[in-house]
């Protein structure tokens, strides 16, 4: 179990809550606003990585996805992180971060079917969960190599 201080679960705390912030605001966005977003981050990547052809409209898909693939890998580093610190070593230290991090993707399109412009999809919720199951896989594999450098 990683050492649990008051300072460690605050800053845990304060990530996971901008990240959903940050997930849910861009869900909530309207449809044409989240495409001049994904525009513009599309521009951007191209300008730093000319062989990317993210203007096409096959690239900004692939964009949206990994983008949502992106979002929720930190989401499951963090809850990793959080249940690393809460939870004695058992299957509950994985499997309630995975949940928290599922439950996460489900409100993540329930928002978007809500939003003008947009919709939902089990697809993302697929990808999203992908994400965080990733999320959680890396942090527990960077916990366990930092230990066992540490011996």
Do not use: Y
Request: proline share 4%; hydrophobic share 55%.
């Amino acid at each position: 179990m990683i050492q649990r201080t008051k300072g460690r679960m605050a800053l845990c705390a304060v990530f996971l809550a901008l990240l959903l912030a940050f997930i849910w605001g861009n869900s909530a966005l309207p449809g044409q606003q989240s495409g001049q977003v994904s525009g513009w981050v599309g521009a951007v990547l191209e300008t730093l990585l000319p062989f990317l052809d993210l203007n096409s409209p096959q690239g900004l898909h692939i964009l949206r996805k990994l983008a949502h693939f992106s979002e929720f890998a930190a989401l499951g580093a963090c809850l990793a992180w959080m249940g690393a610190m809460t939870v004695r070593p058992s299957a509950l230290r994985l499997g309630l971060p995975l949940l928290g991090g599922v439950a996460a993707a489900v409100a993540d399109e329930t928002i978007q079917a809500f939003s003008p412009g947009r919709n939902s999809s089990l697809v993302d919720v697929a990808i999203d969960s992908a994400g965080v199951a990733t999320g959680l896989a890396v942090f527990t594999l960077a916990v366990w190599l930092w230990h066992k450098r540490k011996k």
